[in-house]
């Protein structure tokens, strides 16, 4: 079989384990019309190899774009184009540490992330959160224990857990990193992405202090297929990663693609198409929510998401949702079993569940479908 995607599924197969977005919903005729304009003339530039930092234009319509949805002013200058946030990640670790170094990661986290760090030789860490992110105190022993070089947070409607860090908890925690020589890589993907109520200001706001390095992308909200995203970061920090041979070799990461989005951008196009997420994903939310307190009851307990793609959820009566998953398989259901999201093999009883891949009908099948995995 040839693979197309990240996820090949069986036919039949509902994976609410899937956290990428519906293809039905891609925004084809955006990007075809972003393309034409781009296309436009005889400005061949976008073919060329491009700047280190990614093409001046993009990152001028990027910056304004992050202004009005982050609700302060972001400058072109504090931005770099990534081929999306993996490689944002990796290149970061790999730049901004040596093998053998500490990085702190909330416990649970985003598992992909774990081999990335691993990659880089880094000593992957986890620490507890609560029901508002990472805890002051908490953070405090782990860095006097470990002496980390970075800590990796997903501060807004957190992978998996869905939990905000609070705005009283953003200033002490930046302070407490800058106190200690600690960088922190900022994974805020789903800042955008919030259904109810209103997110804090990013931690991309803390640029000043020197120890944020904030991190976004346009997998979540335009096309994952792009494969593009950015860094947002003091200009030491991008200095020290457009020095890397990569970028004197080839320049700038996606030149073709950041100039077909600086159109999506200039157009309006993105945050017209964000919005349509919004109500999308916000219906979806209400819709799971029902269906799992309908149908999985008081088997199951979970907080309501506010954003993000996921719930997660705790199988009431200590039960195994990796042992449930052959199961599952029968009844040609799938998620993600919350250990997978542990440095120690943690949330044996939770799984993961995405809603940014099915439509109504599935989701309404999988949680039927998990109901007779459950009983």
Not at 312 to 329: F, I, N
Not at 337 to 342: M, N, P, T, V
């Amino acid at each position: 079989m040839i693979q197309t995607s990240q996820f090949q599924t069986t036919p039949g197969m509902i994976d609410l384990g899937i956290g990428q977005p519906q293809l039905e919903i891609l925004p084809h005729g955006i990007l075809r019309r972003a393309a034409e304009r781009s296309l436009q003339g005889i400005d061949n530039s976008l073919l060329n190899y491009g700047p280190a930092r990614g093409d001046g234009y993009f990152r001028l319509a990027l910056a304004e774009f992050l202004s009005r949805g982050y609700g302060y002013p972001v400058t072109p200058d504090s931005l770099m184009a990534t081929g999306g946030a993996s490689q944002a990640l990796s290149l970061l670790s790999g730049t901004l540490t040596k093998p053998g170094d500490t990085v702190l990661v909330e416990e649970p986290t985003y598992f992909l992330a774990h081999q990335i760090f691993a990659d880089a030789g880094l000593k992957v860490v986890g620490v507890p959160i609560g029901p508002e992110g990472l805890e002051l105190q908490t953070l405090s022993e782990a860095i006097s224990q470990h002496k980390p070089s970075l800590l990796y947070t997903i501060p807004v409607h957190q992978n998996p857990s869905g939990v905000t860090m609070t705005e009283s908890a953003r200033g002490q925690i930046v302070e407490l990193c800058r106190q200690n020589e600690v960088l922190i890589l900022a994974d805020e993907v789903y800042q955008l992405l919030t259904y109810h109520g209103s997110a804090p200001r990013p931690l991309a706001s803390f640029l000043d202090s020197e120890t944020v390095i904030s991190i976004g992308s346009f997998s979540k909200i335009l096309a994952p297929g792009l494969r593009l995203g950015w860094i947002q970061a003091p200009s030491s920090i991008l200095d020290r990663l457009t020095s890397l041979g990569m970028f004197s070799s080839g320049g700038g990461v996606n030149q073709f693609t950041g100039c077909l989005v600086r159109r999506v951008l200039e157009s309006q196009d993105q945050e017209n198409y964000l919005k349509e997420l919004r109500d999308l994903y916000s219906h979806r939310v209400d819709l799971l929510d029902s269906l799992l307190r309908d149908i999985l009851g008081d088997r199951v307990s979970y907080r309501k998401p506010e954003g993000g793609y996921f719930f997660w959820v705790r199988l009431v009566g200590e039960r195994d949702a990796s042992a449930l998953l052959p199961e599952a398989t029968r009844h040609q259901v799938g998620y993600r079993a919350g250990s997978r999201f542990s440095t120690r093999g943690l949330f044996v009883d939770y799984l993961r569940l995405s809603f940014a891949h099915y439509g109504d009908d599935d989701l309404r099948r999988a949680v039927e479908r998990l109901d007779r995995v459950l009983n």
